[in-house]
């Protein structure tokens, strides 16, 4: 086994604090949508604000990273080694096969993750940010932030911020049972953790394989 330095400080603390606050927001966001009582519907409305700003705030921030640091690369969908990504988590992860794509620091997303974490940050999070934005200043005509919005109700608003919601909780789930699936069950974790993931030493010929242009997972196996 050999160590390689995959996850960078920033991004981890950002990974983590992204984690805890959207954990929280859905916490929150739920009971206010009537799913459960914990916090009380007032402080539950007030929490979400709190941890929504803090959400803005380190998106700034991440915005500011991934563009400086050219990190937003690393999401650029791309067909290379999708048939045998997808292979591998229908198959060949039932036969211990090895892991099609290699994690490297300028690489460290497979093309199914660069498709989901592209959709997440372009589509799914925005959504989140501006509906969530309407949706709070909407609620407080009297700070006239409205007006200009021209909103007629907050309907649609509403839905889409509840359907964001869903999916964000249905990404965690599947996330979940995702962290699990790395060289060892804790070996993804571990990494997010302190930046070195560790990756056997002989795995390289054959993911050189499967990159070179063998995309049957059964194949590679042998
Ligand atoms: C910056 C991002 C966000 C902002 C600005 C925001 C803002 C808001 C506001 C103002 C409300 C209405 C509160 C009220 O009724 O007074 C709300 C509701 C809600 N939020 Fe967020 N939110 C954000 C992110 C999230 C995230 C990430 C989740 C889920 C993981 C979430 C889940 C919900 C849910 C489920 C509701 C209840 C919707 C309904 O029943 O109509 N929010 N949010």
Redesign the pocket.
């Known amino acids: 086994m050999k160590k390689e330095y995959i996850y960078h400080r920033f991004e981890r603390f950002w990974h983590w604090m992204q984690a805890l606050l959207?954990i929280f927001?859905?916490v929150t966001?739920?009971e206010?949508?009537?799913a459960f009582t914990f916090f009380g519907y007032e402080n539950a409305?007030q929490y979400?604000?709190i941890a929504?700003w803090s959400?803005?705030i380190l998106i700034a921030f991440a915005i500011f990273w991934h563009f400086t640091k050219g990190e937003w690369r690393q999401y650029l969908p791309t067909w290379k080694n999708m048939r045998s990504q997808a292979d591998y988590y229908i198959f060949g992860i039932f036969r211990n096969a090895p892991h099609p794509t290699k994690k490297t620091v300028l690489s460290k997303l497979n093309p199914l993750q660069k498709l989901v974490y592209a959709g997440l940050k372009a589509l799914i999070i925005p959504t989140?940010?501006v509906t969530?934005?309407i949706?709070?200043f909407y609620?407080y005509p009297q700070r006239n932030e409205v007006l200009g919005l021209n909103i007629s109700g907050l309907q649609n608003v509403?839905v889409l911020?509840?359907i964001?919601?869903f999916l964000?909780?249905t990404f965690f789930i599947a996330h979940l049972y995702l962290i699990t699936t790395g060289q060892t069950v804790t070996s993804n974790l571990k990494a997010m953790i302190t930046g070195y993931e560790e990756v056997p030493e002989k795995d390289e010929k054959e993911i050189q394989k499967v990159e070179v242009g063998t995309p049957q997972i059964g194949e590679v196996a042998k």
Do not use: D, P
Request: avoid cysteine; glycine fraction near 18%; proline fraction near 0%.
């Open positions: 959207i927001l859905g966001g739920f206010i949508h009537g409305v979400h604000e929504a959400f803005i989140m940010v969530g934005l949706y709070m609620r509403a911020h509840t964001g919601a964000l909780v």
